[in-house]
């Protein structure tokens, strides 16, 4: 049963702009929503959480907004730069146990 | 910067031989997991370790699979015999407990291929 959606599958940004990813969950006791960063043949990297006692978080370029009543959570990458071309997790845990999204592949064309 | 370390970074073996793969957690996470991550989804989890012992390992396939942390440290995911539907990257990740914020630090992943 997969509890948590991501979409889209691929996103094509230029330069400058502005990625949106969005994820969807089923599970209303997940209390920790990360996202994470993978470049081809590495381990996922932790970018940014958020908690659902709060609706925004900003670090640097990196923005998660979190809507609790539609259990939905999405990922802002402002001023897109092509060395963010990767591969990008939502997650969402419930205790340590970690459940992800499909993941979301990111092309940032110069 | 500490790192979750693993070896081998790449194997090849063919179906119905047995394989091995190592992971280091970061000093001091008493909680590890081994992820199976198929090419193009995300990392599902096979097995969760506090310390020495089994967290949950309720979607580690038994009958060929197999997970070790002896001595609450480093972990071995074992797969005998192997198949060809193993084909995938197998990630370790190590946190430093199961309480919020429940952090996850990920290896570089050890990539099988079965032939």
């Known amino acids: 049963q997969q509890q948590v959606k991501q979409s889209p599958q691929s996103l094509i940004v230029q330069k400058g702009g502005i990625s949106i990813i969005n994820c969807a969950y089923e599970n209303t006791a997940f209390d920790y929503f990360p996202w994470y960063q993978q470049f081809p043949g590495k381990g996922p990297a932790l970018l940014i959480a958020?908690?659902?006692?709060?609706s925004e978080k900003k670090e640097g370029r990196f923005t998660i907004s979190f809507n609790k009543s539609a259990k939905q959570f999405s990922l802002h990458i402002m001023d897109s730069q092509p060395g963010d071309s990767a591969t990008y997790f939502c997650?969402?845990?419930?205790?340590?146990?970690?459940?992800f999204g499909e993941g979301t592949q990111l092309t940032v064309n110069p | 910067e500490a790192e979750v370390a693993q070896s081998p970074r790449y194997k090849i073996t063919e179906k119905s031989q047995a394989v091995a793969f190592w992971c280091d957690p970061i000093s001091g996470h008493a909680t590890l997991y081994w992820y199976r991550q198929i090419l193009g989804q995300g990392p599902e989890l096979l097995v969760q370790f506090q310390d020495e012992s089994v967290v949950d390992d309720s979607q580690l396939p038994k009958d060929r699979f197999s997970a070790e942390r002896l001595k609450g440290v480093d972990s071995t995911l074992k797969i005998q015999p192997a198949e060809l539907g193993d084909s995938a990257m197998y990630l370790c990740?190590?946190?430093?407990?199961?309480?919020?914020?429940?952090?996850?630090?990920f290896g570089p992943g050890t990539r099988l291929t079965v032939t």
């Open positions: 997650a969402a845990s419930g205790g340590s146990r970690l459940t």
């Open positions: 958020i908690r659902p006692d709060v």
């Open positions: 990740a190590s946190s430093y407990g199961q309480t919020y914020p429940y952090e996850q630090y």
